[in-house]
């Protein structure tokens, strides 16, 4: 079942469907011209996000959002596309459309559970905002078991660190918070064979942000995740 951009556009832009239908969305595979679709789709529902439409700006990250469902193929598919279209908008210099981005980025981490999202996952936790880097991390604690469930112990360690460096840094107990469920992450659907190197690269991370906060409570409360 193909969907063509010409059959179904709006004023998203040039040649972007309308929607993805759901008999779409659960194709087991995508061809090339397919990605384009979910490309095109994407792309301009990211372009209303971070127009100067700002009231709109909610309702084109809940689209976003909303049509993440599909097969294990679509999500693949489709998280390729939200961190391709949704990076160059967190790096960008409007709050309201970056933290929109970034909510739909983590929102969607979590529903398609890939490692597509790995990119954008880095550029929010290295934000200078804290709202977004909390944000960031919320999606690397989807998109860090996800790496090891597809990669295994050839998974980078990059994200991790990201996520140990953001909650040391920042004193931040909500960040700190999402940083522990990163570090002990869920293991649920990752590969027996994969848990192992999981647990090997998150543990130093995780003990290290433990001991930190441990020795803070000595001068005084931290911030509480």
């Not at 980078?156 to 002990?184: F, M, N, R, W």
């Not at 999981?198 to 509480?224: I, W």
């Amino acid at each position: 079942l193909g969907l063509s951009t010409s059959a179904t556009t709006t004023a998203l832009g040039q040649g972007a469907p309308a929607s993805l239908p759901m008999a779409f969305r659960q194709q087991v595979a995508f061809t090339d011209q397919e990605q384009k679709t979910i490309d095109a789709y994407v792309a301009g529902q990211a372009e209303r996000l971070a127009g100067t439409e700002a009231s709109a700006h909610s309702r084109f990250r809940d689209n976003l959002v909303a049509a993440s469902n599909g097969s294990p193929a679509f999500a693949d598919a489709y998280a390729k596309s939200v961190n391709d279209a949704l990076t160059p908008v967190v790096k960008g210099n409007d709050f309201r459309a970056k933290l929109n981005a970034a909510v739909a980025a983590a929102r969607i981490a979590d529903k398609t559970n890939r490692p597509r999202l790995h990119d954008i996952a880095m550029v929010m936790l290295a934000d200078k905002n804290p709202g977004i880097v909390l944000w960031g991390a919320k999606a690397a604690k989807a998109v860090v078991p996800a790496m090891f469930a597809a990669q295994g112990a050839a998974a980078s360690g990059d994200l991790i660190k990201a996520v140990a460096h953001a909650a040391l840094t920042s004193h931040s107990g909500p960040i700190a918070a999402e940083a522990y469920q990163t570090l002990a992450p869920r293991v649920v659907g990752v590969p027996a064979t994969s848990v192992q190197p999981m647990v090997k690269a998150t543990l130093p991370s995780l003990l290290e942000l433990m001991a930190t906060r441990n020795k803070q409570y000595v001068s005084g409360m931290p911030d509480e995740p």
